[in-house]
């Protein structure tokens, strides 16, 4: 146990089964849909404030696990139940507390049938996000990875739009097929390692044939679900059908496990692979960046436009992660959180619209700002957030990321990263055509048609919904310091676990075992 | 974070751009609660606030030698990384700070007439304030961070006040051309201030100016698209190019006339005065760095003499009040960049504070007239104006004359010294071309503004009859902003010249050593020499006065005496006319080269490679449907006659067996 933890509490262990109590309970003892509803909201609150401690009481002078957890769970396959968080996986409990919160309020008035439903099978999501970022074994950690997606495919395939099935069947073969690659790397670890803990396969030397099938089998799960370019496709289509919540918690988290997977498998397991996969992921990333914000410019379905614009973000972050400096790794950190923020609002902006007008269509709307001004105050601030606008914590994300790339060691690429951090450096163009498009398509103008005209402004519980947001976004990007301060010591110990080959001891223990 | 107390009260530096901020904030947040009045005037009170405040700084800077260089905030830390956030206040700065406050008091005033009555009036007093918060941001920070910040953020409230009548398409289109426009400068800026962090390991102005000297002496050099380039090169290019975008040069200007679409007063604060010298306030406060590239100076000279040029022969035959000066403002911000390409910084600088009072006061009495004809723009269609506004009429009658370069008003002062430092100056056919550009350009500006001025004062009356019947003088919170102007634009060239000594050069100079120039390039150390001889007629002996009063002269024979000329002389080139009035085409090219390319690469990014190849190539022919043919196989496999399964299994037994005989 932690002794930083002065609790001694397990907070990990309640914040994850939290909201799975709380969905059994619902489902057995409450049948009123408002009752429901209260109920699950004070069941994400009640989560959210456990996790607050999580930050409160975080050490940020050490790289090691906090607010450990560790029981044997199967034993037979040495199995365990461990939990356990560092600078990396601690911001992003948080940051799914709080979106939880955010959605359940977004779903109050929209979602109308079977909201029992809607409710439990959002606090089973809820419980196996947390359950993602704080897993220390690895099989926990894919019991939940892959446990996330049932509730996940029950919310978008039951309240989702006209195209659900479709959507929900790509969105599930997709992640699966990526998921079950993962599944055998982790069985062919174990099968070196003995161990099932991911803290042993970082310190386990793989040798390099070993890393590349490893790496390839991680690239297959977390790059579909960041996701990147090609395997991108599904997220246009299950982000338009979901419902707003859907989308919210799909852009703000679900995306982020990806990213995530890469750095606590791919860097620190595998380094030697990623370090020789450096050009492959950045050029991903460069025609995330470019291509999917052309793509992005051309949409006619707001959400589309959104979710084209989330995959454009996130080639920042993977641009960052393997970048192997400092600056760069904690900007596409950064850049995780911060399009958690502002990714999740222009969806719950476009979720607005859509419990209005029944339409995601750019051309059904024009001159909204005239009948919803406060609307249209909050959606451009949200807009500005994502072209990056200093003051912005998309900003410090972005800055972070070119910076980082701008210095990075060309010995990985094989050329100089000037380029790339040039190439980049376009998304501040490419970025404001689209959104300020967008914006200028949907918001401004004179009232387009009779049912804009009939459009009411943002009511109580939708604008307190957005204030937590907006606070967050400015907050992290005139303030971003105490965030850094986490990440600053975990992020360095990552560094140098990803750039300390483990081809050495790698050949010295094959040396030796054939001496033997 | 240290923070060094040199002299000035910082408390009171804080208080500058803090005054807007809050009450931009009060009025915005709260708009919808206070009454109009309530709103303007706290508006008002923090913005006059701070250019009280700005001046005392000023004074104190000027005539005490205060400074203040200093840290209050980090912003970011990572690794190596440090972002602090600071002031560097110097008379470079103090000079930014009174331009910026002073026009913004006159035009918050001017606002309370002539927004009076409008849907968004709080909304207006905010934007306005909020982007002088962002303006002296920009001006008074102490490190690229601050810069790029206050940079966005004036581009953020330009967006917001272009577009500020929403329900106008025009006005949202050039909001969003201007800020995407921008952008593209901002790319170039941003890579500036990666490459600045790279090789310089800092972002503040203090620590990178003084790594300069040292890095010149080890000539360093990065390659470039093969190419072997300086390093301070390639910064000052990026740099610049933001800069370009910011200040509207050649081939980033195309935003800037459309621009006004955009309500009046924004026009002069914004699109005159203040914002778009951003650009020009970057290359003086970064002359360190620019000192030390030939190649960017050149560039920066040939940059600012085509747009001096081009926009004025664009100006001569606009028929819109305000684009006409719009265009005006393009070509003189042209005449700045030159200057500080020149190396003449300071007379850059000078002729900015000129042109900030003389342009702004020029917009807002085209503003006061339109406000009188009802929201007509198009000279074409007033004349005679002089009877019904006598105070607009004077007042832009003295905008005009320190526009077009006559003495003793403002903008003789420093453009003459900007005309006389590129003629000092030799770099080459870079000062020959700009010495061209420059001097015809003084002559399209003097006609182009007493064109502009004779069609709106004199001429013929051509107003619309029913406008004419409620043709007025403005009130008095819009003609006294603009008698405010009209002292600074008759006396802030004298001022500037001969109580600063804005044209003098070295430690002993008004700038000092705000402004770092080599000896080796400084013209103004030439100027000087000279000037020691000169009587005070000695303007009479300069080209540029003349082409002044020629164009003057001109503009007064066909637009006072022969009214009939101009449309003879137009018919005579009707292509040069069309061309002219087309602005070059530059939007048409621009469609062409970027807007559709980029339209047809997404489109077919999106339906071709992504729901084309992606989706249906790989996703559903290459694996779906193989799956699916695949199932629909194997059930037909599941026959369920026990022959078809007996078969299967002696097949296989026989090639288990095969497999086992020969592996033997």
Known sequence: ?516 | MTTEILDLNVNELLLIPALPLIAALISGLFGWFLKEKLSHLICILGVVASAILSVHVFCQVVYFDMSFYGNFWTWIVSDTLNVPIGMMIDKLTVTMMVTVTVVSSCVHIYTVGYMHGDKGYSRFFAYISAFTFSMLVLVMGNSFFTLFFGWEAVGLFSYLLIGFWFTKESANVAAMKAFIVNRVGDFGFAIGILAVWYYFGSVDYATVFLAVKGFVAQDIHMYFANMEVSVITFICLALFVGAMGKSAQVPLHVWLPDSMEGPTPISALIHAATMVTAGVFMVARLSPLFEFSEVALATVVVVGAITAWMCATIGLVQNDIKRVIAYSTCSQLGYMFVACGVSAYSAGIFHLMTHAYFKALLFLAAGSVIHAMMHEQDIRKMGQLRKYMPITYFTCLIGAVALAGIPPFAGFWSKDLIIEAVQVRDMGWVTSFAEFALITGVFMTAFYTFRMFYLTFHNSDRVDPQVKKQLHESPASISLPLIILAIGATFAGLWGYYSLGMAGTGAEAFFGDAIFVTDAHNPLITLEAHAASHHWYHFLLTLPFWCAVGGIALATFMYLKKTKYPAKIAAMFPWLHQFLLDKWRWDELYQIIFVQPARCIGQFLWQKADLGIIDKGIIHKGVVDHILAGAAKMRAMQTGLLSHYAFAMVIGVFSLLTYLILKA
């Open chain 1, 1 to 516: 146990m932690d002794l930083h933890n002065v609790l001694n509490f397990p907070i990990l262990s309640l914040s994850i089964f939290l909201p799975a109590v709380a969905a059994l309970l619902i489902w057995a003892m409450l049948d009123d849909d408002k009752h429901v509803k209260w109920a699950t909201l004070i069941t994400t609150v009640v989560t959210f404030l456990i996790t607050t401690v999580l930050w409160c009481r975080f050490n940020t002078t050490t790289h090691h696990m906090q607010f450990e957890e560790n029981y044997s769970w199967i034993e037979s396959f040495n199995i365990n139940y461990h939990l356990g968080v560092d600078g990396i996986s601690m911001p992003f409990i948080l940051l799914t507390s709080l979106l939880c919160i955010i959605c359940i309020i977004s779903a109050f008035r929209c979602i109308t049938k079977n909201v029992k439903g809607y409710m439990i099978a959002f606090l089973l999501l809820e419980t196996t996000l947390i359950g993602v970022f704080s897993a220390l074994d690895s099989m926990l950690f894919y019991f939940f990875w892959e446990a996330m997606l049932i509730p996940m495919y029950i919310i978008i395939g039951i309240w989702g739009g006209k195209n659900r099935v479709y959507a929900t069947i790509k969105f599930f073969l997709y992640t699966l097929v990526g998921s079950v690659l993962m599944l055998l790397a982790l069985l062919a670890m174990h099968y070196k390692t003995g161990s099932f803990e991911i803290l042993d396969f970082m310190a386990y030397a793989f040798n390099f044939e070993w890393q590349i099938w490893i790496w390839l089998a991680f690239f297959a799960a977390f790059a579909v679900k960041v996701p990147m370019w090609p395997v991108h496709t599904w997220l246009p289509d299950a982000h338009t059908e979901a419902p707003t919540a859907g989308s919210v918690i799909l852009a703000g988290v679900l995306l982020k496990m990806g990213a995530y997977g890469f750095l606590r498998f791919s860097l620190p397991i595998t380094p030697d692979a990623s370090q020789y996969f450096v050009p492959l992921m950045v050029g991903l990333s460069l025609v995330a960046i470019v291509y999917i914000s052309l793509v992005a410019m051309m949409q006619r379905d707001m959400k589309r436009l959104v979710a084209y614009s989330s995959i454009a973000h996130m080639g920042f972050v993977t641009l960052g992660t393997f970048m192997f400096t400092q600056i760069a790794l904690e900007g596409a950190l950064i850049n995780m959180i911060s399009h958690g923020f502002v990714a999740a609002a222009l969806f719950l902006c476009v979720g607005v619209m859509y419990d209005r007008m029944h339409s995601r269509d750019i051309g059904d709307y024009g001159g909204v700002a005239n009948r919803m001004p406060v609307f249209a105050a909050v959606m451009l601030l949200f807009a500005m957030a994502n072209v990056a606008l200093p003051g912005a914590s998309s900003f410090i994300g972005e800055i972070m990321v070119l910076i980082g790339t701008f210095q990075a060691d060309p010995q990985y690429l094989g050329m100089s990263t000037k380029w790339v951090a040039i190439i980049a450096t376009i998304s501040i163009v490419l970025s404001a055509c689209y959104t300020l498009w967008m914006y200028k398509r949907v918001i401004m103008g004179k009232i387009g048609n009779d049912r804009v005209d009939q459009m009411q402004d943002l009511d109580k519980r939708e604008f307190w919904m957005f204030v937590p947001l907006i606070a967050l976004v400015l907050w992290m990007g005139f303030y971003p310091l105490p965030i850094l301060d986490i990440l600053h010591t975990s992020v360095a110990h990552l560094l140098e676990q990803a750039t300390s080959t483990k081809l050495d001891t790698a050949a010295l223990a094959a040396h030796s075992s054939m001496a033997h």
